[in-house]
C-alpha cells in the first residue's frame, strides 16, 4: 500500500559509521556529542538562536507551556493534529477555539479577539500543513492583549517567512521530528526560542530540572533526544536540499494536474513552503469518500487529514462551534508526497481523482502505466536522492 508518506532514511552506510562512534563512547543519551552536534547544525540550518532537542514533538509543546508558566485557557486552532489541544488539556489549560481562514486553512486573526477570556494567557496556532501562519497579525493581536504566542510547528522544518526561518515568530515555536516529517530522528521534536534566558528553562524542564549531580532546580520532566535519534537527524539533515527539491517537482505535478478541478490550500503572502504534505479539498465529504475508495482500490492510502475537527471532540465540550474548520475537516484528503514515490503512482493518483471528479467509473487502465525494465524498475520512476551527491553544508 503507498501511504501518504514513507520515511526517509538516508544511506546506511553513514548511518552505521555513527553507530560506531556511539559504541566507541558509551554514550547513550543525557545530552550526548551526537545530539550537541545535531543542536549546533540545525541552528544554523534553520536560522535561530536557541533549539533545544526533545524525545518528541508533543513533550515539546507541554515543556513550551510550562516554560511560560501558563495557566487558564489559550487561543488555539481547531483545524489541527490532536495534540495541538490534547497538550493544552493535559496541562490543565482549557482550550478555548477560534474558527481558522478558508484560504490558509490557517488560525484567522480576526475570529481570536472575540474568543479572549478573563483567563486567556496565550494563543497557540499551527503552521498548517506547512503554511505560514499569519505571523504579523497575531503578534498585533498578542502585544496588544499581552498575551503569550506558541507555534505549532510539527510541519513548518525549513519554512521561511520574508527570508527567515518562521520559527523565530512568537515566544516559542516546537517541532515535530516524527519520523513521518519529512526532516527526522524517528521519534522526536525540538522547542525554538530567541530568549536565552527562557531557553536555559527549558533545558532544565527537559532533564527533571537537574543543574548539575548536586543541584535541582525545580520541577522538570524526561525529554531528553537520545544518540540513535541523533544520528538519524544527522544522516538525513545532509539530504535535506534535494528532499525539499523532490518534494517541490511532486507538488508542482499535482498543482499543475489537480489546481484547477480540486481547492487548495492558499500559500501565505511573503512565505516559503517545504511541501511537507499536499491536500487537496473536495467539494463534499461524499467525493472524499468515493475518491479515497477509489484510490485505495488501486493500492494508494491518502489520509483524512486533520479529521475530525477538533472541537467536536467530546472531551473538549462544550465548544462553541467552528463552523469553517468543520466544514474544512470534511473535505480534506492529503495525497501521497515523498522522495522517491514513483511516477507512475503520481499519474494513478492524479488520473484516478481527475476520474472520480468528473463522475467517470471505469478503472485506471495499462495506458496510464510505464513499461517496466528488465531490472524490474518502472522507468519513469523518480529516483531516490543519493545522499553523497549534495551536501547542505
Not at 506547512?130 to 497575531?138: M, Q, R, Y
Request: proline content about 4%; charged content about 20%.
Amino acid at each position: 500500500m503507498i501511504n501518504v508518506t514513507k520515511s526517509y532514511l538516508g544511506k546506511k552506510t553513514k548511518f552505521l559509521g555513527y553507530v560506531d562512534s556511539i559504541y566507541a563512547s558509551g554514550w547513550l543519551t543525557n545530552q550526548g556529542p551526537l545530539v550537541a552536534e545535531l543542536e549546533e547544525r540545525l541552528r544554523d540550518y534553520l536560522g535561530v538562536r536557541n533549539i533545544i532537542l526533545t524525545n518528541n514533538g508533543t513533550l515539546a509543546l507541554q515543556i513550551a507551556y510550562r516554560a511560560l508558566n501558563l495557566a487558564g485557557s489559550a487561543i488555539t486552532t481547531p483545524f489541527s493534529f490532536v495534540a495541538t489541544t490534547s497538550s493544552l488539556k493535559w496541562e490543565g489549560i482549557r482550550p478555548i477555539f477560534a474558527d481558522i481562514d478558508e484560504a490558509s486553512w490557517n488560525l484567522d486573526p480576526s475570529a481570536i479577539e472575540a474568543r479572549i477570556d478573563t483567563d486567556t494567557q496565550a494563543i497557540v496556532a499551527t503552521h498548517v500543513f506547512g503554511n505560514a501562519c499569519d505571523v504579523e497579525g497575531i503578534a498585533q493581536i498578542a502585544e496588544r492583549h499581552r498575551l503569550k504566542v506558541i507555534y505549532d510547528g510539527a510541519h513548518a522544518f525549513s519554512v521561511r517567512y520574508k527570508d527567515r526561518s518562521v520559527l523565530n515568530w512568537g515566544d516559542i515555536s516546537t517541532l515535530s521530528f516524527h519520523a513521518t516529517k519529512l526532516f527526522h530522528t524517528i521519534e522526536g521534536g525540538a522547542i525554538v526560542t530567541n530568549d536565552d534566558a527562557l531557553a536555559a528553562r527549558i533545558r532544565l524542564l527537559c532533564n527533571f530540572g537537574i543543574v548539575d549531580t548536586d543541584i535541582i532546580d525545580g520541577i522538570g520532566i524526561n525529554a531528553k533526544l537520545n544518540e540513535f535519534a541523533a544520528a538519524m537527524g544527522l544522516c538525513i539533515l545532509d539530504d535535506m536540499a534535494l528532499i525539499l527539491e523532490q518534494r517541490e517537482e511532486i507538488a508542482r505535478r499535482y498543482e499543475t494536474q489537480l489546481g484547477d478541478h480540486f481547492d487548495l490550500q492558499q500559500q501565505q503572502h511573503h512565505s516559503q513552503r517545504n511541501h511537507s504534505y499536499f491536500p487537496i479539498a473536495l467539494a463534499s465529504e461524499s467525493q472524499l469518500l468515493r475518491c479515497r475508495a477509489a484510490l485505495n482500490a488501486q493500492g494508494i492510502n491518502p489520509r483524512r487529514y486533520f479529521y475530525p475537527s477538533l472541537d467536536t471532540l467530546g472531551y473538549l465540550q462544550p465548544q462553541s462551534p467552528q463552523t469553517r474548520s468543520r466544514a474544512l475537516s470534511r473535505r480534506v484528503l492529503c495525497l501521497p508526497i515523498y522522495p522517491g514515490l514513483p511516477r507512475h503512482v503520481q499519474n494513478t493518483v492524479i488520473q484516478t481523482l481527475l476520474m472520480e471528479n468528473a463522475g467517470r467509473s471505469e478503472p485506471i487502465t495499462e495506458r496510464f502505466w510505464p513499461q517496466v525494465n528488465t531490472a524490474g524498475w518502472m522507468d519513469d520512476r523518480l529516483p531516490l536522492p543519493d545522499p553523497e551527491s549534495k551536501r547542505i553544508c
